[in-house]
Every structure is written in structure tokens, then in C-alpha cells.
């Protein structure tokens, strides 16, 4: 006993070529679809790459939190009141609300909006310094290009040391010089460069996060004069915590210790990144199953196409079923010879359209590796393999069903009439 049925094949393999052109562009139009599905596929991912790439490695449940004028009247204080937040802030967060994990300060010296003076040797710049702890790097992370990153030494000893950004190591330093344990001179006081930083993120976001230099908390309190002064707090929740709700009880905390009325949500700016993620998630998740959507559209009017055409093969082949039917071919033979027509057809169709798309997407992914812009976006498009797979499977599926209404109409055919039909 064969397993394969030659004759079969070779049968198939006739009729198809019978009517070359008709196959042809049912073909295309099963092999389009699949093509253009991988290619939304293929770009979906890219798109998805690139918009959390410009995100870095930001802590997923994390948030950020500094002050703003007031905008309600509250216990005799007027509107549009400035205040600070305090160190001591921190401590009282971290020590009522359980759900944080990690909480830490960050002031800006000379002021969010102001750089400072910054030389070394003959070359000098503006650049904006920032006091922080060395929890911030488990927050908003960087890459060390060269040294260390602060640490916890740093800030009790309040260490006159920097951190600087690539760009600021690029506008002070000569090309591959090695700036760590060399001098800057900050706003006339000299500082001992431990490292050098490259932030994760892209675009504007990333060269404006170069552009800076990390220095410790304490010591910006001490030089700058800021006696417990905190800009922002950054603030990641714990793993099973929603951040969301954590934002909602540090207000409340915030607004009690600094007279801020409790409706006074204008106060507080607040950056969630926790709920942009979340918000992320839910968008390419829509755009995934828009994506599906499209595609199984698009393959399905390929496959009614197969089915049509299918159809007309049956009605042209009328006479030669029901020879067959006469001969004793069984209904099973019939139908299993015209879905394996329909399911031979789909497949090579949609590998080959498979096979294209993919290609594609790997020179657009080759072609985006060339490029130097970091303003991007599509960053590492790619078709994952399960995904493609599960495609082609479903557009087999879709064969065996476009070749069932012509099967049955096959074994309906009436051995008697098929036979004095004229076609």
C-alpha cells in the first residue's frame, strides 16, 4: 500500500496547469493577503519596538512627582502659592504607604530651568546639574560608558564628584579621552569626573538626558545652599502594587504636610509612567488584533476566490466525476481529490506570499540598521515565527473549507446525467 497517491497528484497537478492563468492569480490573491499580513505584522512590532526604545528601561510601575503653584485657596493661603517639596517627604512616604519599594530624591542645581557653568582645561559649557541618590539608576537607568555610577559613599561623605552625560563628555573632552578621576570646574569649584553615562533613551528625551551631570544629593544641598530641598521624587511601586493607587495616597499625604488643598490636584505634577505603559500595552494589543483583523479579511476574500474558482473547475469537469462515480469511485475519493486541490493550491500560495513578506520585513530591518538617525520610527521589525506559523495554518484551514462546497457539489453529480452532460 502507498502512502502516496501518485495518480492523485499527477491529476491535480494537470488540472492546474490546465488553466494556468486562472491559478496564477487565484494564487496571487491568496499569496497577497498573507504577504501583506506579514508585512503589517512585520511593522507593528517595528513600530512598537521603536516607541519603547524612546522609553529606555524605565521601571514599568514607576512614577514621578514634583510640585506646582496651587490653583484652590486652602487654610488662609492664596492661590498660585509656590512650595517645596522636603527630604523629610521621603521618609514619611516610604514609612505610610507600604506599596512603595523604592522612593528618591532629585534637586536641580541652580534651579529646573538653569544650567550651570561648567569648564575644563580651555573648554567650557552650559549644562544642567542634577543632585540625586543612587537609586535613581534603578529607576530611569543608564548605560556607564566609562567609571562608575554615584554611591551611597558619595552622598554620606558628600563627595565633590560628577557623573557626566555623553554630550557633556563630548563638548569638555577630547575624542576617547579618558575623563575619569580628571577635574571640571562647576560654578568655581572643582569636581572629580567618576564616570561617564549614555542614556537609553532616544530622540530629544535621550540628547536632553546627555546633556546633564549627576552629582550627589547631599552635595548639591551643600553647594547650591538647598537646606532638604526636593525637586521631584521618583518613585517605583512594588511588584503586586498599582501604581495608580499609590499616586492617589502620596497626594494625599503630600497635600496634608504642605497645605494643599485636598481637590487640589493642579499642585502636584505627575508623571506615571506605570500608567503610560499600561496605556501601551492596551494600544498595540488594539493594533495587533486590528492587524488580524485586516489580515484574516484579506485572506479570507483570497480563499472565496480559491473557492470560486474551485466551483468552476467542478462544473467543467462535470462529465469526468460522474465517469468516475459510474467507474465506483467512492464519495471519499471524490472529495478528498478536490480539497486536496484547494489545500494544495492555499499552501504553496501562502508560503510563497509567507516567504516574501518576511523578506521584506528582514531588508527594511537590515536597511533601519544602517541608519544613524536616532529619530526612528520603526526600530528591529520583525515576524515572529510562532506567529507566521499560526498564519499558515490558519489559511490551511481556510483551504479545507474553500474546497468542502465544491467537494459536495462534486458527489451531488449523478453518475447518469453527469455522463450525457455535455460538458
Known sequence: ???????????????????????????????????????????????????????????????????????????????????????????????????????????????????????????RGEFRVEGIMPDENKIDPVDIEMGRYLNEFDILNRRKVALLGYRVYEELFEKDEDAVNKYIKLNGMYFQVIGVYRSKHTGGWGEQQNSNIFIPFSTTEKIYNYPDIVDHFSIIGKPWANINEIEKKIKVILAKRHNVHPDDQGAFGCNNVGEQFKKLRGLFLGIRGLIWLVGIGTLLAGVIG?????????????????????????????????????????????????????????????????????EVMFMNPEVD??????????????????????ARRAVSIKPIEAIHSEN
Open 1 to 123: 500500500m502507498t502512502i502516496i497517491d501518485y495518480d492523485k497528484w499527477q491529476e491535480i497537478f494537470h488540472t492546474l496547469r490546465k488553466n494556468r492563468l486562472r491559478t496564477g492569480l487565484t494564487a496571487f490573491g491568496v499569496s497577497w493577503g498573507i504577504f501583506m499580513l506579514m508585512i503589517m505584522m512585520g511593522a507593528g512590532t517595528g513600530l512598537e519596538n521603536a516607541v519603547y526604545s524612546g522609553m529606555g528601561d524605565f521601571a514599568t510601575n514607576s512614577m514621578f512627582i514634583w510640585t506646582q503653584a496651587t490653583t484652590i485657596p486652602y487654610k488662609g493661603f492664596p492661590r498660585n502659592r509656590w512650595y517645596r517639596f522636603e527630604l523629610d517627604d521621603m521618609y514619611v512616604l516610604k514609612r505610610s504607604i507600604p506599596e512603595i519599594d523604592i522612593i528618591t530624591p532629585t534637586v536641580h542645581g541652580g534651579g529646573y530651568r538653569h544650567n550651570s557653568n561648567v569648564m575644563y582645561g580651555r573648554q
Open 306 to 374: 480559491v473557492s470560486n474558482i474551485m466551483l468552476i473547475i467542478i462544473n467543467e469537469r462535470t462529465q469526468e466525476f460522474g465517469i468516475k462515480r459510474a467507474m465506483g469511485a467512492t464519495p471519499l475519493k471524490i472529495i478528498s481529490t478536490v480539497i486536496s486541490e484547494s489545500v494544495f493550491l492555499t499552501s504553496v500560495a501562502g508560503l510563497t506570499g509567507m516567504a516574501a513578506g518576511i523578506y521584506i520585513v528582514e531588508l527594511v530591518n537590515r536597511a533601519l540598521g544602517t541608519s544613524t538617525s536616532d
Open 385 to 406: 515565527f510562532n506567529i507566521a506559523l499560526a498564519a499558515l495554518i490558519i489559511l490551511i484551514l481556510f483551504g479545507i473549507l474553500a474546497g468542502v462546497i465544491p
